[in-house]
């Protein structure tokens, strides 16, 4: 009775101060958590995931084509999924929880990028060649062979616009000020109201475009087959300089980074200009054609070589800080993230390599051979070959913390907490074993959920409550565990508002530590 007696003067304790923080915050806080805790977790775990990622939207992450994202990147080349189409891939971009991809077979296709699964697809009249489409405001902005350019809903994929150009589109489309810029096979480029499709300016080259555009300081940045590098002005379309490489621009897009304009050109070099006026700083010589468009990262340049290997150079000098050969062509663009840089080359035997930023060795690789450009989100990377691959590293669930009564008496009905967190941020299920084996699995749940669950037990004796829980992609958790003794003398519980205030400790349990229940 004396132990009762203590017990019940510590709870109400707890309960007058519990009174007037409701009074001082506003009535019901405390209830509503208990009540329902994991709607308040599943809230929270959506905005801080949609406010925190790097998306890859357009083609080379960003206007400038850097190339380069602050998101974490795979170290082990695990598959979460495949996406398989009828031909070979493009480079994908990825926005708001979808990769948008388009393929040979002349189809573009949006994908959970969790999942893998199909939202939808838009086919055009012709194959979408190595390019990205570019994700802004709600739309997709993407080319193809059949000539036209055309704008897409980005949530349903049904058209809202088309233009038709008259020639081959196997340039990736840049959006800036409500303008969209790629270049043509026609020999021109072109600037076209996002709006409606309508054409504002175009400008013409000696030669096919296939390059895609980087933009900055008002300025549009584009090679042609033609071996010139050429400046435009974003509003009007007039030339503000050219530079003139050694030989033909095929698929080498710009990259700016400080003023400095990366490219490359067949006559194997890679080239840096001033941005401003031009004038070549630097250049450096590889053994093969360059149609590998340069990241910038780190202070550095990197990019691949027909002559097999992946070249890291120091942005401001020239110089070579490390050089990989992957073994064949190399035409795929680098991608670059978590200071690992991303990488593939074609042909038979050929793989997508991860090498290590600042040393150039070796992390992983994996059997794909492709030309198209790898883009990194949340801790993915996405990659184009037959099938639309995500790569991306995977630990299990942490064994679930459980709460709640650990003495009791039979037939009476206890409430426990389950706090479940995966150090992936992937959703879970959880199964319970109360005292005769595991149960169904339950949920999903967000990580970081607190999931309540009621249990009466039927007969005297000590009790182990085992908890487990397992991530989207299969992957469980150790068992969590918490011993539960039955009975124990009646006692004060049983009053209905104490019962509250102990579920309370239960839920905090820094309380029962501070009050030494």
């Not at 003067?9 to 007037?20: N, S």
């Not at 000020?177 to 026609?186: A, P, V």
């Not at 426990?416 to 879970?428: L, N, V």
């Not at 409550?465 to 124990?488: F, H, K």
């Amino acid at each position: 009775m004396i132990k009762n007696y203590v017990l019940l003067k510590k709870m109400l304790v707890i309960g007058i101060i519990l009174f007037f923080l409701g009074s001082s915050f506003g009535s019901g806080i405390g209830v509503n958590l208990l009540e329902n805790p994991q709607d308040f977790n599943s809230l929270e775990n959506k905005v801080s995931s949609s406010s925190k990622t790097d998306w890859w939207p357009m083609y080379n992450h960003d206007l400038l084509n850097s190339g380069n994202s602050t998101s974490r990147a795979p170290d082990t080349p695990n598959i979460l999924w495949t996406f398989e189409t009828h031909d070979q891939m493009a480079s994908p971009v990825v926005y708001d929880g979808k990769v948008y991809v388009g393929s040979y077979d002349g189809i573009v296709y949006c994908v959970d990028m969790y999942t893998g699964e199909q939202i939808w697809n838009f086919t055009t009249g012709d194959e979408i060649n190595t390019f990205s489409p570019a994700v802004v405001d709600g739309r997709v902005y993407i080319g193809s062979w059949d000539e036209y350019m055309y704008c897409l809903d980005a949530e349903t994929g049904d058209k809202i616009w088309s233009h038709y150009i008259g020639d081959l589109i196997e340039s990736s489309p840049a959006v800036y000020n409500e303008r969209i810029y790629f270049g043509s096979y026609d020999r021109k480029v072109y600037c076209l109201e996002a709006e409606t499709g309508d054409k504002i300016w175009d400008f013409a080259t000696d030669y096919w475009v296939f390059t895609s555009p980087a933009i900055y300081n008002d300025r549009v940045y584009i090679g042609s087959f033609d071996g010139n590098l050429y400046c435009l002005d974003t509003i009007t379309g007039d030339k503000i300089w050219d530079f003139p490489a050694d030989d033909r621009i095929q698929t080498s897009s710009p990259c700016i980074a400080y003023g400095k304009v990366y490219f490359g050109a067949d006559c194997g070099k890679l080239y840096c200009v001033d941005a401003e006026t031009g004038v070549k700083i630097w250049d450096f010589t590889t053994g093969g054609r360059i149609h590998s468009s340069p990241a910038f990262a780190y202070g550095n340049v990197y990019f691949g070589s027909e002559d097999t290997y992946a070249y890291c150079l120091d942005g401001e000098t020239g110089d070579e800080i490390w050089s990989y050969s992957l073994g064949n062509q190399i035409h795929a663009s680098p991608s670059v993230a978590d200071g690992k840089v991303y990488i593939a080359s074609m042909w038979s035997g050929a793989t997508i390599c991860c090498l290590n930023a600042h040393t150039g060795n070796e992390r992983w690789t994996y059997p794909i051979a492709s030309w198209a450009s790898p883009a990194i989100a949340d801790g993915r990377l996405f990659f184009g070959c037959f099938n639309l691959y995500c790569f991306r590293d995977s630990d299990p669930p942490d064994a679930p913390i459980i709460t709640g009564p650990t003495q009791g008496t039979v037939g009476a009905e206890y409430e426990y907490y389950f706090t479940i967190t995966d150090p992936d941020d992937d959703d879970m299920y959880i199964r319970i074993d109360w005292e005769i084996g595991p149960g169904k699995w339950d949920g999903p749940f967000p990580s970081g959920s607190v999931v309540r669950y009621n249990y009466t037990w039927k007969n005297k004796g000590t009790y182990k409550i085992r908890a487990q829980t397992q991530d989207i992609y299969g992957l469980n958790s150790d068992w969590g565990e918490l011993e539960v003794t039955i009975p124990r003398v009646r006692h004060v519980q049983n009053f209905p508002f104490v019962r509250f205030l102990e579920r309370l400790i239960n839920y905090y349990p820094i309380l029962r530590n501070l009050l030494r229940i």
